[in-house]
């Protein structure tokens, strides 16, 4: 599964240099697919093929947010969610719509990392 930030997000930040895919950004802002990772380019489920520095729409704009696609639970770099371990209101919680495996969650990993 990946993780989520709820909307109780304090906007403190602690979480964001704690994740190893670059996967959580601050409300309002647009991420990459190529931020903290190995991606030149993405192809979508739809075919469509995306740059990997291309800007995409943020998640939330009004609170730090989780890219889904980009969160391995921290798996393959540490033994728990490093965001999850440091938020100080509790808000980094697993998120039930986007459960995962530890295969597809290290598969994942491997893809991002290009490994």
Not at 35 to 40: A, D, F, K, R, Y
Not at 44 to 49: N, R, S, T
Not at 71 to 82: I, L
Request: aromatic share 6%; charged share 30%.
């Amino acid at each position: 599964m990946a993780i989520m930030i709820t909307d109780e997000c304090i906007n403190c930040g602690a979480c964001e240099p704690e994740c190893p895919n670059t996967a959580i950004y601050e409300g309002g802002i647009e991420w990459t697919w190529g931020g903290g990772t190995e991606l030149n380019q993405v192809t979508q489920e739809d075919g469509e093929v995306v740059d990997g520095d291309e800007k995409q729409e943020p998640v939330s704009d009004e609170f730090y947010y989780i890219v889904t696609q980009k969160c391995t639970e921290c798996t393959g770099f540490h033994e728990e969610p490093q965001c999850a371990a440091v938020c100080p209101v509790d808000c980094c919680i697993d998120d039930p719509d986007n459960r995962e495996t530890e295969e597809e969650l290290i598969a994942k990993k491997e893809f991002l990392h290009g490994e």
